[in-house]
């Protein structure tokens, strides 16, 4: 469960006031909203990367308002994607693994699961120089999803694919949906996008969250 509760936010000049949304587990919520009006704001301060100044911030009803973003245990694709130039594939997804101190076998059993539910089992050795944007998508989508997070965070993460790719990340999108149960904050301009995946909608229109019933 994600939970805002009269949440302020204040970046510069920019500001968003009285934000309160509720996310139930399991659900797959998609936020929605117009170019500049901070919703890369929202997820950052959900997520920790990113202060409020007023309100809480509740995930599975326990307060992290004031938890810094590790011990959120909250998985985040930027828009981005934020790979490392340096990391292999396998890595990327082995990063948040071996912060953790997990024993290396594990790692490996955890590395294999992810890459054939993702479909990269075959670009486990490759660097990520030269993926395509499809193949950058699933290993930024792996990494967050490497630790088991209760919360998922993306920030328009089909946007930059081209019309083919884009439905198959959409088609990858719900199986992770389906296989992992994660609770997930998905922001998008796309109404398609929105009418494939998600349970409820949230739309943010002049500083305003404006919670929709979940589909169904």
């Known amino acids: 469960m994600i939970e805002l509760q009269d949440v302020h936010i204040r970046a510069g000049d920019f500001s968003l006031s009285n934000l309160s949304i509720t996310v139930e587990s399991g659900q797959y919520a998609v936020l929605m909203g117009r170019t500049g009006r901070g919703k890369t704001t929202i997820l950052e301060s959900i997520c920790g990367l990113r202060g409020i ?10 307060d992290v308002t004031d938890w810094t973003p590790a011990d959120r245990e909250i998985g985040y694709v930027p828009q981005d994607l934020a790979l490392f130039p340096t990391l292999t594939v396998a ?24 890459a054939e539910v993702l479909g990269i089992t075959h670009l486990l050795d490759r660097s990520i120089q030269g993926l395509s944007g499809g193949e950058s998508q699933r290993v ?6 490497s630790f088991r997070p209760s919360v998922l965070l993306l920030d328009e993460p089909l946007s930059a694919l081209d019309e083919a790719t884009r439905n198959e990340m959409q088609t990858l999108l719900q199986k992770v949906k389906s296989n ?12 398609e996008e929105a009418a494939a995946l ?19």
Do not use: W
């Not at 992992?180 to 109404?191: A, D, E, N, P, Q």
């Open 140 to 145: 930024a989508l792996g990494r967050a999803l």
């Open 53 to 62: 100044d007023r309100g809480r911030i509740l995930i599975h009803g326990t």
């Open 91 to 114: 890595q990327h997804l082995q990063f948040a693994l071996r912060l953790r101190k997990m024993a290396s076998a594990k790692i490996a059993q955890r590395t294999s699961e992810l």
């Open 198 to 216: 998600a349970d409820q909608l949230i739309e943010l229109s002049n500083g305003v969250l404006f919670q929709k019933p979940a589909a169904g």
């Open 180 to 191: 992992t149960g994660v609770t997930t904050l998905h922001v998008t301009h796309s109404v």
